[in-house]
């Protein structure tokens, strides 16, 4: 299994909602990505988690949570989103740098 | 601060042409790494190749080749035989030393490639 999968593909939510989005790698990656991707832009990183431990928070509002249940698992829960934070979320895992980040389908991520 | 440079924002190619996609790059660094990436527009970023800067040989993979110039900092893709589904965006990225855990890369602004038939 070469591949990461993020779920859903699509979510469309309200400010008052909270919901989650899920991210699966089964190559058994050490470290995993959160990243956020407006249109048209370079992908901006929120979150790294190295051995299950978050490693790198890129001064994300806490509106966005992150979490890593288990070595092939991580999560982004989402809690009183604004317009604003409308765009594609893309889950990436990597084992060593050489190989570079593999990454998810995204979701995107419509908030009304 | 390390920093990546795409000097095209669109580009348009005719079909089974070579392309080439400019790429230049700011690091202090003596060792770290460089990747292309290519999003189409369903969105899933798909992981080209890499060149690490010790490697003396430029890297290549399929159709994809990184014409890499270290004492100019550039790190272009070339692209032999360009298909109408070579048609995306292309992202530049690169990352800091392998010593360093903290797996950050940091990404150009990308180029959108047009592929005509």
């Known amino acids: 299994d070469t591949e990461v999968t993020q779920t859903p593909k699509h979510l469309v939510m309200g400010m008052t909602n909270k919901k989650s989005l899920k991210c699966e790698q089964h190559?058994?990656?050490?470290?995993m990505y959160w990243y956020k991707q407006k249109a048209k832009k370079p992908p901006e990183l929120m979150f790294v988690?190295?051995?299950?431990?978050?490693?790198i928070n890129e001064s994300v509002p806490s509106r966005f949570s992150p979490e890593c249940p288990n070595s092939s698992l991580l999560n982004l829960h989402l809690h009183a989103l604004q317009p604003e934070d409308s765009a594609l979320y893309l889950c990436a895992s990597s084992q060593t740098s050489t190989v570079g980040q593999f990454f998810g389908p995204g979701t995107r991520l419509t908030v009304l | 601060a390390q920093k990546i440079t795409q000097t095209q924002p669109g580009m348009f190619v005719q079909e089974k042409e070579a392309v080439t996609l400019d790429c230049t790059y700011d690091t202090s660094d003596q060792s770290y790494g460089l990747f292309w990436y290519k999003q189409p527009s369903s969105g899933e970023m798909i992981f080209l190749i890499y060149q690490g800067s010790y490697d003396e040989q430029n890297a290549t993979e399929g159709r994809y080749s990184l014409n890499f110039q270290k004492a100019r900092k550039s790190a272009n893709l070339v692209i032999s035989a360009s298909q109408l589904g070579d048609s995306a965006m292309y992202f530049c990225a690169m990352r800091g030393p392998l010593m360093n855990r903290d797996d950050k890369i940091i990404f150009g602004k990308g180029t959108r490639l047009h592929i005509l038939p």
């Open positions: 988690y190295s051995y299950e431990k978050l490693s």
């Open positions: 190559m058994g990656h050490r470290a």
